[in-house]
């Protein structure tokens, strides 16, 4: 049985929160900047940093999948992780403004499970429910290193959800992966909506006000809140380095 953190300390067993058939599995993290140009930007890939940090606190194994979306494998990753899907608000003295304002930013976090290969198979999609584009797979700094078009975003035209991987050295693998990633996103909403078409299916969730379920200030006060736990930190350093135990243990209390 995985030991679970609870603050300082292990435990021997898992969070009795952690039943979902999903839970014990691996996680993919997908974060998308919302309200606030460059400065939402910087923010996606700070979330984007502190998970990554978190998962390797953890000693689990992170892969870059795309430019903002990760895969993470590890026993509990996704019923630890599950509970971060929502919009996080930063705000900060933005580095981009020449004035020195502070600045607001949103990113919309998404976490999904790892569909077991059995259940990604039932999950039937027409093909002409489906647009497929290609693009050469970047490298940091965004610069092509790759001659060929093997990067893959899948859209399923019904909902407009999308997924992308360019991680992959060859098309049809990064094809196959994306499909898996959009498979897992019709399901969450299945799950959630109960629906069975998926026609009728369509995110409402925005990255803006209102919608948040954390919020990081680091100007005037340095503190993190989660407005639903009431969870707060007052160390937000520590928690964008990937010290997020205590807002996902309160979350599974």
Do not use: C
Not at 76 to 101: C, M, W
């Amino acid at each position: 049985m995985p030991r679970q953190r609870r603050g300082d300390k292990f435990m021997e067993k898992p969070f009795k929160e952690l039943i979902d058939k999903y839970d014990k599995g691996h996680a993919h993290i997908s974060i998308f900047p919302g309200v606030g140009g460059e400065d939402a930007k910087d923010w996606a890939n700070m979330l984007l940093n502190m998970y990554v940090k978190y998962a390797q606190k953890r000693g689990w194994k992170v892969a870059l999948i795309d430019e903002r979306a990760i895969d993470i494998k590890g026993e509990y990753a996704y019923g630890n992780l599950r509970r971060e899907t929502g919009v996080h608000r930063l705000v900060r003295i933005s580095p981009f403004d020449s004035k020195q304002l502070r600045h607001t930013s949103f990113a919309l976090v998404e976490v999904l499970p790892e569909l077991p290969e059995l259940e990604a198979k039932n999950i039937l999609i027409p093909p002409e429910d489906l647009k497929i584009e290609l693009s050469r797979s970047s490298g940091p700094g965004g610069q092509n290193v790759n001659k060929r078009e093997t990067a893959v975003r899948v859209v399923h035209l019904p909902t407009g959800l999308a997924a992308a991987s360019q991680a992959e050295r060859g098309q049809s693998q990064n094809k196959e992966k994306a499909l898996s990633i959009l498979k897992a996103k019709l399901f969450k909403l299945m799950e959630a909506r109960q629906e069975k078409e998926l026609k009728n299916l369509r995110t409402q969730v925005k990255p803006e006000w209102g919608n948040q379920i954390r919020s990081y200030v680091l100007h005037p006060y340095q503190q993190v809140k989660d407005h639903r736990t009431g969870a707060v930190s007052h160390q937000p350093d520590k928690v964008l380095n990937g010290d997020l135990d205590k807002f996902i243990n309160a979350e599974l209390q």
